[in-house]
């Protein structure tokens, strides 16, 4: 089954050098443009990521430090990865809890104001955990009947997490061909962040996720505790949550003076 689209939509995949979304660095990106009329373009890159990467990870996705000490920095390739993917939903696998967050991080540090507002993203893995509870690898096994070459590869894994998407609207007819109805079902719990650290009440509202504040509106505690709010700003947060608490501060200065 091909995918319904009514925009184009980006599969990809990152290597990095760790698993820290706030501090760890991309050092391979692989993105899959998958357009309505399915016309596809692919694109690969490894990153500099002015940062060592650590042996215990190169063990895993086999690039090192001398692999891509002359290849350019994610800020180099900001403006490009961000033009392929402007336009598009965003799929991957466990892309919701790790990729997109990650990806957030690098262009925003690269200054680009990327958000998620205008696009939806399916994750992969969840549509496959909520039906079969397997790796990516025994998931292109299962859907696509196929063993997967070159796993831990940024681009083989993009190009097998399309594949298994396409298999698993063929093989589910509860699942509609349609990437909101997708997104919704691989979204575990709505957050206003990537990170979780703010989340959404019943009715809608902003809430803190932890610490002594949790449970509480992100608005009243502003208002109330003034200094918590540059506390957050200058401690080390991911950046997009951070992005989140100024839109919402911003938002209630709005509203007051309106």
């Avoid at 939806?120 to 070459?149: P, W």
């Amino acid at each position: 089954m091909e995918l319904s689209l009514s925009k184009p939509i980006c599969f990809f995949d990152l290597e990095t050098t760790g698993i820290d979304v706030a501090k760890d660095r991309i050092v391979e990106i692989s993105i899959l443009k998958v357009y309505p009329n399915g016309n596809k373009e692919s694109r690969t890159w490894l990153v500099n990521p002015e940062m060592p990467i650590p042996p215990q990870t190169s063990a895993i996705h086999g690039i090192t430090d001398d692999k891509v000490a002359n290849e350019p920095t994610f800020k180099e390739l900001s403006k490009t990865i961000y033009n392929m993917i402007k336009d598009s939903d965003l799929a991957g696998y466990n892309s919701n809890r790790f990729d997109i967050p990650v990806l957030a991080e690098e262009l925003l540090r690269a200054d680009i104001d990327f958000d998620m507002g205008s696009r939806v993203a399916v994750d992969v893995q969840t549509i496959f955990h909520k039906m079969e509870q397997r790796t990516l690898s025994a998931a292109y096994k299962f859907y696509c009947g196929q063993n997967l070459e070159g796993a831990h590869s940024a681009e083989a894994d993009t190009n097998a997490t399309y594949e298994v998407l396409k298999a698993q609207l063929d093989k589910y007819e509860e699942l509609e061909n349609n990437m909101k109805f997708l997104s919704d079902f691989t979204t575990r719990k709505k957050t206003a962040d990537f990170a979780g650290f703010i989340a959404y009440n019943k009715q809608g509202e902003e809430v803190f996720s932890f610490g002594k504040h949790k449970g509480k509106r992100v608005e009243d505690v502003m208002e109330q505790e003034p200094g918590y709010f540059g506390w957050l700003l200058n401690a080390d947060f991911p950046l997009y949550t951070k992005k989140v608490l100024t839109a919402i501060k911003l938002r209630k200065l709005n509203n007051k003076l309106n």
